[in-house]
């Protein structure tokens, strides 16, 4: 479910047609919609209330963008974050440092010692080597990290496999089979207070029984844990929940998600954390381009528009699908080929696929791309970084301006000796 709709043949966001955003703001734009992300934010929270104690850590990496954070924030999400630039948007954004998760395989001396003095909530370490780092930094800040111990489970997300974090070949987590050991070692370390154990096995998981072997795994090694006579009382399941990004695709719904959780979890006593990001945001956005023009193709023809993977690499990287529609459709349906400028075959968004009928000067959206979108995008072959525009009801706001490739430029700096 999505505010974007069509209102007299114009596609709108909420109350405002996307192509009065288009003129003032040019193209290519991200548009979220205030009223999708405060759903979606409700409808897993709302599902999660069957659980015991829940707190959810909204994962920060899939739309960093402080206006979104700003509505998570106030709908009581904390964040989970892999960085130091996450851990200030989420403090900029005013969530409670104490609902802050620092998640991430590379958390250097400064990001560990940053969100110490943070007051972070809880760090999850990915290694022992980190948690005995993380202890002497705490040590030294006469402080106590609270933390969860990052598990690899060893189970198959059924994912693509760039996207897979679950499985022992991933670089995430402590090997399964020596989580226990390390725990019990973390534990004797003063300046840490282990108190759980984490877990994430990928993203856009379309069905929940990958999700349901890894919690009953790491389950076991809590009660495992605990039998040796070490407190656990937080377990970390991670984000992964995926979304249809075709229209049509039928995906487990948040209700479903959090009656497995409930039933798998249902004697482990703890408080249950968890890091959402696709499907809190995925629904919330789309990226507005205009087609520059059609050029005539071997076999189908090749709409060039003025997005390209450099705003959205989902396609490029994942070979991932977003739905493709006209912004004003004219009834007329075609098949084509949809790329943008950019000089490599990779910056391909379809082949060969149904589409409404476009031409020179036409607006239309690549669909959910609110997650993993405007987040990735770069400013590869000199081109802008892509702007974003929040729309509440009727009214809209630029909450990330275009960053125009002469102001790239100014950054850079020809050194003395070339001149
Ligand atoms: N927690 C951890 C530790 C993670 O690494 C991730 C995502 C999440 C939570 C949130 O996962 P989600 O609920 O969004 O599936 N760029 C890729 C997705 C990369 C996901 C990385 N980690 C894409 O566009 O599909």
Redesign the pocket.
């Known amino acids: 479910m999505d505010h974007f709709h069509y209102q007299d043949g114009v596609l709108h966001a909420e109350a405002v047609p996307l192509p009065r955003i288009a003129d003032a703001v040019g193209t290519p734009v991200y548009v979220y919609s205030r009223a999708t992300l405060t759903r979606h934010a409700r409808v897993f929270r709302d599902a999660l209330s069957i659980v015991p104690s829940a707190r959810i850590a909204f ?1 920060v ?2 739309n960093p963008n402080l206006a979104v954070l700003k509505v998570l924030a106030a709908e009581g999400y904390g964040a ?1 974050v ?1 960085s130091g630039g996450e851990l200030e948007r989420a403090l900029a954004a005013g969530m409670a440092p104490d609902g802050v998760v620092f ?2 395989v590379g958390k250097t001396d400064a990001e560990m010692t940053r969100a110490l003095e943070a007051g972070i909530g809880q760090f ?1 370490l990915e290694s022992l080597e980190e948690g005995l780092e993380l202890a002497e930094i705490a040590r030294g800040l006469g402080r106590t990290a609270a933390c969860a111990l990052r598990v690899n489970p060893d189970v198959d997300a059924g994912t ?1 496999g760039k ?1 897979s ?1 679950g499985k022992a070949e991933n670089k995430f987590g402590v090997p399964f089979d020596r989580a226990a050991a390390i725990y019990a070692r973390l534990c004797a370390e003063p300046g840490l207070a282990m108190r759980g154990l984490a877990l ?1 096995i ?4 379309s069905r929940l029984d990958p999700l349901e072997a890894a919690f009953t795994k790491v389950g076991g090694l809590m009660r495992e844990i605990r039998k040796s006579g070490y407190a656990v009382t937080h377990m970390d399941l ?5 979304v249809p990004y075709k229209a049509g695709e039928v995906f487990p719904q948040p209700a479903d998600y959090a009656a497995m959780v409930a039933r798998v979890t249902a004697d482990w006593g703890v408080t249950l954390m968890f ?5 809190i945001t995925g629904n919330t956005g789309v990226l507005v381009t205009r087609v520059i023009r059609v050029k005539e193709g071997a076999v189908h023809p090749w709409v060039v528009i003025d997005a390209a993977m450099n705003d959205l690499a ?1 396609p490029a ?2 070979d ?1 699908w977003h739905d493709f529609a006209a912004v004003a459709p004219n009834g007329q349906r075609i098949t084509a080929n949809i790329v943008g400028p950019i000089c490599e075959s990779s910056d391909t968004f379809a082949m060969a696929r149904d589409i409404d009928d476009v031409t020179r000067g036409d607006l239309a959206v690549f669909r959910t791309a609110g ?2 979108g405007a987040t ?1 995008a770069n400013t590869y072959n000199s081109r802008a970084m892509v702007p974003e525009v929040m729309v509440d009801g009727d009214r809209w706001a630029v909450v990330a301006d275009r960053i125009a490739p002469a102001t790239i430029l100014a950054a850079e700096r020809v050194p003395d000796f070339l001149v």
């Open positions: 994962a990496k899939s989970d892999v998640s991430g999850n693509h996207i974090t994430h990928g993203s856009q998981l991670g984000g992964g929940v995926g890091e959402p990001g696709r499907v989902r990287l994942y991932a997650a993993y990735m």
